[in-house]
């Protein structure tokens, strides 16, 4: 019988948690204004998974709509940055990196919304850079 | 000539002004501030404490370990502040809540031991495996 996947993230203080049960979609570094600002960090990474495969344990995040088609979710308790949800993206979850018991198992696959990155801060590596939003998924032209 | 410096949430319910700048910069790469934050590392500007005034709405508290506080607005979500307990006289604010963060940067990376092997250290900055201080 072949080992289950599983991943498993919450929260700062630990009143959020999740699991997912599947390999994520895709790894992403987000430089938007709107990541930045919201998460406080210089760019925000997310991984996604598949809807199916994941579930919110415990308290829900609370969620802080951003744009016309994109909200925020956060501890309340804490504050902790956890992810976003997106229309044009309803079949996955999108999880922020940070919030993962172990980030360094999930890959990166792209940089998003370049364009808005800020000069000082970059990770250094080689993966693809697109000045808006990726090729990889679909999306609306406006960042959120 | 005084120098104002400004900045806030996301949603705008909490606003803040400094009326000096920042005494360090630096991105830390701790485990906490990456649980806090969601992303890789983190990057804070540091005031004294009596060069800083919340100008809108108040954020709210969390203390993430017994010496430490942190604080987020209440309506977004969103990264504001740090203290530590033993130094009274700093606040650090999360200089990508800054309104210009691209005046900022950081000068050295803190916590390079809790790193996520992906995201490679600036060579241009000051590296600690820990803090920067003692």
Redesign the interface.
């Known amino acids: 019988m072949p080992d289950e996947v599983i991943f498993e993230g919450g ?3 630990g009143e959020v948690r999740y699991r997912a049960t599947a390999e994520p979609l895709r790894g992403v ?1 987000c430089h938007c204004d ?1 990541c ?10 997310f991984v996604h998974f598949p809807a199916d495969s994941f579930t919110w344990i415990g308290t829900m995040p ?1 969620w ?1 709509r ?1 744009s016309a088609h994109a909200e ?12 976003m949800r997106e229309d044009v993206l309803a079949d996955r979850v999108q ?5 993962l018991d172990e ?2 198992r999930v890959r ?1 696959d792209d940089h998003v919304w370049t364009r808005s990155r ?8 080689r993966l693809p850079r697109f000045e808006r939003s990726s090729t990889a998924v679909p999306s609306l032209s406006d960042d959120g | 000539m005084g120098m104002t410096i400004e900045g806030g ?3 705008g319910a909490v606003r803040y002004r400094a009326t000096a700048p920042p005494v360090s910069r630096s ?1 830390c790469h701790c485990r ?1 501030c ?10 804070w500007s540091t005031f004294h404490v009596n060069s800083l005034v919340f100008t809108h709405g108040m954020p ?1 508290r ?1 203390r ?1 370990s017994p010496d430490v506080m ?11 502040t740090y203290r530590h307990d033993e130094d009274v006289d700093s606040i650090d604010i ?4 800054l309104d210009a ?2 005046q900022f ?2 000068t050295k990376e803190i916590w390079i031991e809790h790193k ?5 250290a ?1 060579e241009a900055m000051r590296h600690y495996p820990r803090t920067s201080t003692g």
Do not use: K, M
Request: with cysteine; net charge positive.
């Open positions: 929260c700062l203080c570094i709107t930045r600002r919201h998460s406080g960090a210089p760019a925000l990474a609370s802080f951003s925020r979710g956060f501890c309340a308790r804490c504050g902790s940055t956890l992810g999880v922020c990196i940070g919030s980030p360094a990166i800020v000069p000082w801060f970059d990770t250094g590596d | 949430c996301l949603c991105i906490s990456r649980r806090a934050s969601g992303a890789p590392s983190v990057a709210v969390y993430s942190r604080t987020f607005c209440g309506v977004c979500g969103t990264q504001l999360t200089t990508a809540t963060p691209e940067p950081p996520l092997p992906w995201e490679r600036n």
